[in-house]
């Protein structure tokens, strides 16, 4: 019992991290299997309801099944719940059940919850979860609010129930939907390309949940004051509303040049905003043109920001790529960006989530059109979702074999932990991180 014991105080930060989603996509997929998670009573084969769990752990939205016909309300719940675990944090969910139950919450619990939510310091990490879990909580039903009217005016009492799930799924940046019907399976929400008010609380939800817990702080205590932002924060913003604003601008030149113009719009924005790592799309994928699809590729390897509901390598990673580059050509020692200088160890560690991100996405890519005979842009594509945990695709997800499908379940899964946790958590059992960085650091991965 002792040795049990010894071995739980051993653990660092980063195995808890790695352990607690592991645990929770294991008993999802078990609960999945059960013949009432089913709208058919059968049993589901292990791989589907791992593969299922997986994505809705890791916030991806790639599927196997059709969320909406294939399972049943039960399992939909589950899904839902498991979307809500995953989106904030398996940390951060039993942080605040403890905090409930008036549990103290110890040294080594806060460490953890700061490096589960990227935090610069322990201090005020129990005043943050709470304020991570209100917001969350109060956006979510807001959001349900604003899509009550049009999901209610079609299905009825049952729209409740739609809207709160895409609300949720939006706001994770999971990409789930449950409009698929037997005759009409996998439809995203490419019948409301048009329809506004969809768009704009869809978008909004992802955007929102995608730029970080810390940054809603930042807004939060600073208002509208930008320069008092951290500069983590201004980082993001700025990055978020070019990798927004650029892509949109390209989608609107390059496609859907056939729809009126309020309706063109809509959708450049949409998707521009969904592989950043919502999994939503209003238009036809595959329909859009090639370097379209490169751009979305990009995209989805980027990502959300470091503490938020979104994967990745992180809007701050790319961001110091960017700003590393530039200094390289302008002949300066270190990068900067508001007259402040980038630590070098921020850097390495940039270029090392980057590297290791590309070489998941490319040789998973390679893998899987070896193994099924298909384009390797296809499966690139589809690689690039899984391990951005976005879950767009291009309509191979349910026809992959097994292998496939497991390569697609690692990626989503150490797309969503984080390559570095899993490095730290493999070598050390020291609470080192590299959120654990002075303000004028910035966090990466």
């Known amino acids: 019992m ?25 008993l999802g997929a078990l609960i999945l299997m059960l013949p009432f998670s089913s709208t058919a009573g059968v049993v589901t084969p292990f791989h589907e309801a791992l593969f299922t769990s997986t994505s809705a752990v890791c916030v991806t939205g790639l599927v196997v099944q059709d969320t909406g016909s294939y399972w049943s309300a039960f399992g939909q719940t589950v899904i839902l719940l498991m979307i809500q675990i995953g989106g904030l944090g398996v940390v951060t969910v039993a942080a605040f059940f ?25 201090g005020g990490i129990v ?9 969350t909580f109060l956006i979510e039903l807001i959001g349900m609010l604003v899509m009550l009217p049009t999901f209610c005016g079609k299905f009825g009492i049952k729209g409740i129930w739609m809207a709160a799930f895409h609300s949720i799924s939006a706001f994770c940046n999971a990409g789930f939907d449950i409009l698929g019907t037997a005759e009409n399976k996998y439809p995203s929400l490419t019948e409301y390309i048009g329809e506004p008010t ?20 930042d807004i939060y205590t600073n208002k509208w004051h930008f320069k008092k932002y ?33 309706e063109r719009i809509l959708a450049s924005l949409f998707q521009s905003v969904t592989p ?25 390897l980027v990502g959300g920001s470091p503490g938020s509901t979104a994967g990745g390598m992180k809007t701050t990673t790319f961001a110091v790529l960017i700003l590393s580059a530039f200094s390289v050509c302008r002949k300066k020692d270190d990068a900067e ?20 991100y590309f070489l998941l996405f490319f040789i998973g890519g390679i893998v899987i059109s070896m193994a099924e005979g298909l384009p390797l842009s296809t499966c690139l594509y589809e690689t690039a979702s899984a391990v951005g945990t976005v879950g767009l695709t291009l309509g191979i997800t349910p026809q992959l074999g097994i ?13 969503r932990v984080g390559g570095l946790t899993l490095i730290y958590a493999a070598i050390s059992n020291k609470n080192q991180s590299v959120a654990k960085l002075p303000l004028e650091k910035i966090t990466v991965g």
Not at 98 to 122: C, E, F, H, N, Y
Not at 127 to 135: E, K, P, Q, S
Request: hydrophobic letters at 55%.
């Open 127 to 135: 005043r943050l979860t709470r304020f991570i879990v209100r917001g």
């Open 276 to 300: 950043r790592t919502a999994g939503f799309n209003t238009a036809d994928l595959p329909a859009m043109t090639g370097s379209s699809k490169a751009i979305m590729i990009l995209l989805m």
């Open 98 to 122: 403890a905090m409930l139950s008036g549990r103290k919450i110890s040294l080594m619990q806060r460490s953890t919850m700061q490096d589960a939510i990227s935090a610069p310091k322990v």
């Open 337 to 356: 960006v508001y007259g402040r200088r980038i630590d070098g160890s921020t850097v390495k560690n940039a270029v090392t989530i980057a590297v290791m």
């Open 198 to 217: 969809i768009n704009i609380a869809i978008m909004l939800l992802i955007i929102v949940g995608g730029i970080g817990f810390l940054t809603w702080d």
């Open 230 to 262: 951290r500069m983590q924060s201004k980082v993001i913003l700025v990055t978020t509303a070019i990798l927004i604003i650029a892509p949109a601008v390209f989608f609107f030149f390059c496609d859907f040049t056939g729809m009126p113009l309020g």
């Open 2 to 26: 002792s040795e049990i014991t010894h071995r739980k105080k051993r653990l660092s930060s980063f195995k808890l991290i790695v352990l607690g989603f592991a645990s929770v996509i294991v």
């Open 403 to 415: 292998l496939s499908q497991l390569i697609l379940i690692v990626l989503m899964y150490l797309g």
